[in-house]
């Protein structure tokens, strides 16, 4: 009886069993405030990049289409 038990122990132990991402949850008590501040930034810094590229992509788009107009040629 004992084997079958310490065999699958064994099995769920060497498998890694883990929490979900979601069930993790995230200790902000434990981090400086300073890191969270750093966090904060980063992320808000990386919206308005991604943000601004968006912008430059639909100019890009806009003056792409508007330069495809081939004028007719005078011989």
Known sequence: MKRPVALLLFLALSTGVSLPAFAQSKNTYSQPKGSLKAEKKQAKAQRKYAKQQKKAQKKMLKT???????????F
């Open 64 to 74: 792409e289409k508007k330069n495809t107009h081939i004028p007719p040629q005078q």
